[in-house]
């Protein structure tokens, strides 16, 4: 490509052995204690015991875009991760990941090229949910020597992309079994909007739903004699019924290791704990009155599309506007404000949009930077 | 700084020559023949005429972090721009910016010293909204061997940050005028909510009580011996009632050269018709239904804080809801749906969050692609 000079290079917020207190600020802070807590509590809830069969765990690194938490993930047991992107995929292997499912449709030559090129370099799966991408994902594999693997994405309920479950997902199945670029590997049946129903009985009831259309799917499927492999999908908010259904055999969570307010907001009774690993540092640069400061955060540090981030460890105080540089915090009658140049921790909304906002990971152990990890595949969008 | 390994270079998603349908998606879109439109109709609402003064512009640089943009208001007559960050305003001025006010405290030790340090490379000016931060921008200039502008930011009903009108913005400006390493170069006096107030008559309201304050404290300022050179602020929405208030000598509009969706719902009557340059084109990736296509743009391509992006030129399709890297559109009773791979522009909702998601500007003039601007202060958040 014909590529002009690149954006400056990346100075990162903090030194290694730095207190938190002198990273400067805004910045994407990383409890690594919490963090490998949270890797923990997954990978035992995943594992299975004498009642219990194990799943495949295949966490989804859209919500990192890190090669090192990609790297520590497949270290605890993953099989590989889930990208949205081939662009994120190509980041990941560059970064030295091997096994990658794109959970996503791939249109339009340009990137169905690189995706059969990255082909060629690890373990890569892609979705398909039409005919006509299947169709086009079978030229590029041909004409590039690979035998790509395909899943055909089924809509459980999301109503965003996906094949319907029956006979037009078997259709689809027969297509992409038909295609000699491809090799049929099974399914990605993940009902997104089931993960923040606040309530345990109304997620349980979307994704046993969810299920029963995977379920029902899988049959026909089997029957007109094509072997389904891999069932997958699942997130954070609802892993447990997926697990459990008898159908899934693949689990994709992201967001268990970092956790966020929206999340938070959930009914999490019967779940393993996890902790907020992943905070946003911030400055009060302006006390212009009593009852409100102005942080340094704002719109470009963190996404409010879940709503605003959260003040922790501090009552009184809350996060109310964000403008593109500021944020706007109430303190509340009787609360003690925090004094100008006094940093506060926010919890993101939503940690996934809020991570491609930053460059790099200040990866903290008990209140020390002992790591720097870039977000590898920021702004990794095509 | 111990910095480790920046993430990987970033491959921009055209080349120059390329028809705007081959662009890869999604992307960030600059019809350079609207934006030269807006920046001619701004500069000819700011020059001076028989009856009515000039004004100094200096455009805000947030809309866009570009150096090559900087650089072409510059060009066309502006002062020089505004930045909200010491490190957007590093950047900058490494690419080739020399005057620059960054209208926003700046608060903290490191931030001071590379503040001042930039302050020798180009003129750099700054705002305060208290006693404690002039008197740490004073010993940080003293030490660096520069004096420093400095200009009060004054709270004309924002309500986010700055100092009262009046008494208090008085004793500020006493105590920048008696700081030896500063220089009182005014007051900075936005108003950032009277922006995307609907009705020119409520902009006009708002802007007309803010200048009366900005003029009651420049006259206490002025009778208490202290020169107030500049009074400076405005925005898109507003800046023509800054212009003829007789009080501001500067005007800060940003996104008149982009326009956005929030924007476009404002009354504009007696204001430039400012037209949209800007637009992520994005590609579809999945036609589920007759009544739903789904695109490959969501949160980390568009920001939503100010609404939904708008899909330009193609009545009867409505982008109702954005997931992290989808963007689902309804196709109204009628309307002919855009077919799988069909490439449509997208209005961002928010013009200054969405460039910084994004590394290029990928500059079109009639359909073909001319340059690539990076967005040069990209993630520059300290």
């Known amino acids: 490509m014909n590529t002009p000079t690149a954006p400056a290079s990346l100075s990162a917020p903090a030194t290694i052995g730095m207190p938190l207190v002198q990273v400067d600020t805004p910045a994407l802070i990383l409890d690594l204690d919490v963090f490998e807590h949270n890797l923990a509590l997954m990978n035992e809830a995943v594992r299975g015991d004498g009642a219990r069969p194990g799943k495949r765990l295949r966490p989804h ?25 081939v662009s994120e995929a190509e980041a990941l292997v560059l970064g030295g990941v091997n096994d990658i499912l794109i959970c996503n449709e791939v249109v339009g030559a340009v990137k169905i090229a690189r995706l059969v090129a990255l082909a060629k370099r690890a373990r890569i799966a892609v979705c398909a949910d039409s005919a ?22 089924l809509d459980v309920g999301a109503a965003r992309c996906g094949v319907m479950p029956g006979a037009p997902a078997l ?80 689990l ?7 956790m966020d307010a929206d999340y938070q907001l959930n009914d999490w009774e019967g779940f393993p704990a996890f902790g907020q690993s992943l905070h946003i540092l911030t400055t009060v640069m302006s006390t212009p009155a009593p009852d409100r400061v102005v942080v340094d955060a704002g719109l470009k540090a963190s996404s409010i599309d879940s709503g605003m981030p959260r003040v922790a460890g501090w009552p009184g105080l809350e996060y109310l506007k964000a403008s593109d540089e500021h944020g706007v915090i109430s303190v509340a009658t009787g609360t003690v404000a925090p004094a100008l140049g006094e940093k506060l921790l926010l919890v993101p909304g ?33």
Chains 1, 2 share one sequence.
């Open 252 to 258: 994709q969570p992201g967001s268990y290791i970092f």
């Open 61 to 85: 690194a859209k919500s990192h875009k890190s090669a090192d938490i990609a790297k520590a993930q497949i270290a605890g047991g993953a099989a590989g991760v889930c990208c949205q992107k």
């Open 132 to 153: 006509a991408n299947v169709a086009a994902l079978n030229v590029a594999a041909l004409g590039a020597g690979v035998r790509l693997e395909v899943l055909i994405e």
């Open 350 to 382: 939503h940690c996934d949009p809020t991570v491609n906002m930053h460059d790099w990971f200040v990866c903290v152990r008990q209140g020390v930077v002992k790591a720097l990890w870039p977000v590898t595949a920021r702004g990794m969008m095509w």
């Open 171 to 250: 259709a689809l199945a027969k297509a992409v079994a038909a295609s000699p670029g491809l090799r049929f590997a099974g399914m990605h049946a993940y009902h997104g909007s089931a993960q923040h129903l606040r309530s345990i009985a109304a997620r349980r009831a979307a994704i046993t739903e969810a299920t029963e259309k995977a379920r029902a799917t899988r049959e026909l499927i089997l029957a007109a004699g094509i072997a389904c492999d891999t069932v997958t999908g699942a997130g954070t908010g609802s892993f447990l019924f997926e697990r459990d259904g008898g159908v899934y055999t693949e």
